[in-house]
Every structure is written in structure tokens, then in C-alpha cells.
């Protein structure tokens, strides 16, 4: 069972400049964002931090993000297309939550203990940190992190 995984959300992109919530919109990289990306995948390598396999939103600003990791690091890229869909009618938070919550307990009971970096969007971050800390609704709507910051969570 593996003890703990990494968050990372996606490098930045020409919304996150003008402060616009990109959504299910796919919204590329900036330059500046394919350097994040980049410089965290020299981080990881750097500080031999352990991760065993990389999974991200099939949108386009995290998948490349997850690749510039990858290419830097050399970890193996696995995506998960489901883990971020494009909802016609929109989707609760709750089935996200439930959704994201389902996805790290297959994490945490994975029987191969392989560590995992999760790369995605400033809204699941808002999850992820839910499922590890409890939060009022307050600390939830105001969570966030910056592009490529890496956060480790220890089940």
C-alpha cells in the first residue's frame, strides 16, 4: 500500500494571466508554463524524489505538463481519461469530489506500492487537499496552488 503521492497543478497558461477560470476549456501552455513544467521535472530529478508513474487530465495544459515532467524525469506517463471529462450539463462537486476521492483511495490501496504524481487543475487541488485535511467551505473556495508547485500527501 503506498504511504503517500504528489500533486502537482499544470504549468501556467494565458487564462491563469488574465485570471479567467479555464474550466473544461482547453486552454494551452504558455511558454512560461512549458518552463515550470520543465523546471519541476529538474526538481524531482534533482532532489530524487521518488515517483513511480505520472497520471493527468486529459486537457491539454496538464497533459503537456505531465510530458515536460516526463521528459525531464524520465517517468513513465499513464493517462487516466476519465479523470477530468468535459460535461456538457456540468457536474456537482460532489461527484467530483466523490470521483477524485475514489481515485486516491485506488491509489492508497494500490497493491503494486508504486508512487504516483497526480497532475491536473487548481480545482481538484481544492479536492485533493479535502480528502487528506478537513476544511470549511470557506477554506475549500479559497485553496489553491501555484502553477507547478508540488505538494506531497501522506495517507
Request: proline share 1%; hydrophobic share 40%.
Amino acid at each position: 500500500m503506498s504511504s503517500y503521492f504528489y500533486f502537482t497543478r499544470h504549468g501556467q497558461t494565458i487564462w491563469n494571466v488574465e485570471n479567467k477560470i479555464c474550466g473544461a476549456t482547453d486552454i494551452a501552455l504558455t511558454e512560461l508554463g512549458r518552463n515550470q513544467a520543465r523546471e519541476l521535472g529538474k526538481m524531482i530529478k534533482e532532489e530524487n524524489i521518488h515517483i513511480d508513474e505520472i497520471l493527468y487530465s486529459p486537457l491539454i495544459r496538464a497533459a503537456d505538463t505531465a510530458k515536460y515532467i516526463s521528459e525531464v524525469t524520465g517517468i513513465f506517463a499513464q493517462a487516466k481519461m476519465n479523470f477530468v471529462d468535459d460535461f456538457d450539463g456540468g457536474e456537482t462537486m460532489l461527484h467530483l469530489c466523490q470521483r477524485i476521492y475514489n481515485l486516491i483511495d485506488d491509489i492508497k490501496n494500490d497493491s503494486e506500492d508504486k508512487v504516483y504524481l497526480l497532475v491536473a487543475h487548481n480545482g481538484i487541488s481544492r479536492v485533493v487537499q479535502s480528502y487528506f485535511n478537513n476544511m470549511t467551505n470557506e477554506e475549500f473556495s479559497a485553496f489553491g496552488i501555484k502553477n507547478c508547485e508540488l505538494k506531497k500527501y501522506i495517507f
